[in-house]
C-alpha cells in the first residue's frame, strides 16, 4: 500500500508503572515500536506480559509513567482526562472480547453512541445504519443485543468502532467469546475492512492462528518487545 | 451529548428497572405529598380562623380591663358607667354604640339534657351593636335589664343540645346553674367555629347576670363591645375611647389600664399561629421529602456500581466526565420531578379527603393547594433529586476508564 510508509502510532521507550501496596511493578519497561497507516499488527504474549496495559496505552484510556506516544501526528501522552476522551472518540475504535453492548439499546443506537459524544446530530442515524450495512447488518437494526448470536454482536461492536472514522482500531481478543465458525467470520470481516478502507489494525491476541493473519507480530515479555517479526 | 438526548437515555434506564424506580420514587411521593398536604391543611385552618373572626364585624373594638404589655398594679375595672361614658357624642364622636358584657361559664339544663355553654349578659344595645338577629321570639327589653328578668335568650347550639330543635321554643324553661329562666328567643346562626362559637352561647340581661349568674359587683363588667360609625373610623374611635377611659381612671401617661382590640389584631394573631403551626407542620412532613432523597442518593449509588462496566465502555467510545455526570444527574433529578408531580397528586388527594372528612364531622375545613406550594414542591423536590444525585454522578464521572471496563 502506497501510505504504509506513513507511521499512525509512534512510541518512545513508553513506561507504566503501577504501585501495589508497596512494590512497584513495572508494566511496562520502556516499549518503542511504530506501527504504519493501513497496518495489520498482533500484539502477543503471555499474561503478565504487559500487552493489555500497552493496548490500554495505544487507546489512550490510560497515560504512560514516562515516555511519548504520538497517534496519528498527536502528542497524547500528557493530555488530562477529558482531551483523552476526545483521542478516544475520534482516533481510536475500539472492539472487545466481550461486545460491551449496551443490552437495553437497539443495535442502531449502540452505533449512534460514539457519534452522540462526538456531537454529531444531524447524519447520526443515517451513518449508524450504513456501518451496520457495512458489517452485514442491514436488517437487524432494531435487534437488541439479546437477540443477536454472538457473532452478529461482535459485528455491531465493529460498526461502532468505525462509525466515527477512527485512525485506528483497537480488537482485544475480538473472537474470543466466539465460536470458531463466527470467529473466523469475524477475522475475515476486520481484515476486509482493512483491505477495503485502510483502516490501521491492532489486534491483541494469544491465538497463533489469528496472529498468522497478520503483517506483523509484536511480541511482548516482561514488559519489554521481545521481537517483531513479520 | 445534549439534554434531550440525556433525557431520552435516562427515561430508557429507568424503565428498564421500573420496579426498582417505582420505589425509589415512592419515598419522594410521600414526601411532596405530605408537605403539599400539610400546608394545605395549615392554609385552610387559616382562612377558617381568620374567616370566623372577620364575621364577628370589621367596625367592632373590643375593650378590656389590664394591659397585656406592662405590670401595672392598681388596675380599676371597667364599669356601667365607663360603658356609659363613651356614648358621649362630644368626646367620642366616632362611636356608634356600645354594648357592656359581663360572661362566663354556666351549665344549663332543661329536663334531663344539660350542657356547658358560655353566658352573656348585655343590655339591649347588644342587639344592634354585634349584629345578632333572633330566628323567633324578641331581644332583651330595656324592662328586662331594668327589672333583672330571668330570661334568656338560645344559641341555635344551645337549643339543639337542649331540645333538639330551634323553633317553638319561647316560653320553655330552661336552668342556668339551677334557676329557672323563661326562653323569650332563639339567635340566628353566626355560622363558622374557631375560637369560641358564636352559637355556642345563651344570652341573658346584665343585670339579671351580675346579680344571679356571675355574681359582679353591681357596676363592674368583663368587656365593652364598641362599634364605630364605620370601618374606617376604628382607630379613631380607639382613640377616642382611650382619651375618656384615661380621664375617668386617672392613668398614668403611658399606663393605660385597659386594652382595646380591633377585629384585625385577632386575625393577625391567628395568623401568626396558623402560621407558626404550618411551618412546623410542613418541616416535618420536609423531613419525610429528605428521607426519599437518601433513597434517591442510596439507588443511584447502587446504579453506578452496577453499571460500572457501562460508564467504562462509554468512555471508551468518548464520553467525557460532564457527559458521565449528566447521564446520571439526569436519572436522579427525573426520579425526583416524577416523584414531585406524582406527590402534588396525593398531596391534592390528602387534602381533598380532609376537606371531605372536617365537612362530614361538621368542621368548617377547606384545605387550599396553593399555586405557591405545587411550586415549591416542584422545585425542591428536583433540587433534592439534584443534590443527592450529585454524589454518585461525581463517582461514576471519575470512573478510571480502565478500571471500569475491568470490572465484572
Known sequence: MENSTIPVIQTNDLKKTYKIGEVEVHALAGVTITINKGEVVAIMGPSGSGKSTLMNLLGCLDRPTSGRYILDGEEVSELDDDQLAGIRNRKVGFVFQSFNLLSRSSALANVELPMRYAGISKERIQRAAEALESVGLADRMNHKPTELSGGQQQRVAIARALVNHPAILMADEPTGNLDSKSGKEIMDLLLSLNKEHGTTLIIVTHDPAIAAQTQRIIRLKDGLVEEESK | ?408
Request: aromatic fraction near 6%; charged fraction near 15%; hydrophobic fraction near 45%.
Open chain 2, 1 to 408: 451529548m445534549n439534554l434531550g438526548q440525556a433525557i431520552v437515555e435516562a427515561l430508557e434506564s429507568l424503565s428498564s428497572n421500573k420496579l426498582r424506580s417505582v420505589l425509589t420514587i415512592l419515598g419522594i411521593v410521600i414526601g411532596v405529598g405530605a408537605v403539599i398536604a400539610m400546608l394545605a391543611v395549615g392554609n385552610g385552618a387559616q382562612n377558617t380562623i381568620t374567616g370566623s373572626i372577620s364575621g364577628i364585624g370589621s367596625n367592632l373594638l373590643f375593650v378590656m380591663s389590664g394591659n397585656t404589655t406592662q405590670e401595672l398594679t392598681n388596675i380599676e375595672p371597667l364599669t356601667m358607667d365607663d360603658a356609659n361614658a363613651l356614648l358621649d357624642q362630644f368626646q367620642a364622636p366616632s362611636v356608634e354604640g356600645v354594648a357592656p358584657v359581663v360572661n362566663g361559664d354556666v351549665t344549663v339544663s332543661a329536663g334531663s339534657e344539660s350542657t356547658a355553654t358560655y353566658v352573656y349578659g348585655v343590655t339591649t344595645s347588644y342587639e344592634a351593636v354585634r349584629n345578632y338577629h333572633v330566628t323567633e321570639g324578641s331581644f332583651i327589653t330595656e324592662d328586662q335589664v331594668l327589672g333583672k328578668a330571668s330570661v334568656v335568650l338560645l344559641g341555635p347550639d344551645v337549643a339543639k343540645e337542649l331540645f333538639d330543635r330551634t323553633d317553638g321554643l319561647v316560653g320553655e324553661t330552661v336552668r342556668i346553674e339551677g334557676q329557672p329562666f323563661k326562653v323569650i328567643g332563639v339567635l340566628e346562626s353566626k355560622g363558622g367555629s374557631a375560637f369560641v362559637s358564636q352559637d355556642d352561647v345563651v344570652i341573658v340581661p346584665i343585670t339579671t347576670s351580675q346579680a344571679r349568674l356571675t355574681r359582679r359587683s353591681n357596676d363592674r363588667i368583663d368587656l365593652i363591645f364598641v362599634q364605630s360609625i364605620s370601618a374606617d373610623a376604628l382607630s379613631q374611635a380607639s382613640e377616642e375611647i382611650s382619651q375618656i377611659l384615661r380621664t375617668r381612671h386617672r392613668t398614668r401617661v403611658g399606663q393605660d389600664d385597659f386594652t382595646i382590640l380591633s377585629q384585625q389584631d385577632f386575625v393577625e394573631t391567628a395568623k401568626t399561629i396558623t402560621n407558626v403551626m404550618t411551618i412546623f407542620l410542613g418541616g416535618i412532613a420536609g423531613i419525610s421529602l429528605l428521607v426519599g432523597g437518601i433513597g434517591i442518593m442510596n439507588i443511584m449509588l447502587v446504579s453506578v456500581t452496577e453499571r460500572t462496566r457501562e460508564i467504562g465502555l462509554r468512555k471508551a467510545l468518548g464520553a467525557r466526565k460532564k457527559d458521565i455526570m449528566l447521564q446520571f444527574l439526569t436519572e436522579s433529578s427525573l426520579l425526583s420531578l416524577f416523584g414531585g408531580v406524582i406527590g402534588i397528586g396525593l398531596g391534592w388527594l390528602i387534602s381533598f379527603v380532609v376537606g371531605k372528612i372536617a365537612a362530614a364531622s361538621g368542621t368548617a375545613l377547606n384545605p387550599v393547594v396553593g399555586l405557591d406550594a405545587i411550586l415549591l414542591a416542584t422545585i425542591f423536590s428536583t433540587a433534592v433529586g439534584l443534590f443527592f444525585g450529585l454524589y454518585p454522578a461525581n463517582r461514576a464521572a471519575n470512573l478510571e476508564p480502565v478500571e471500569a471496563l475491568r470490572y465484572e
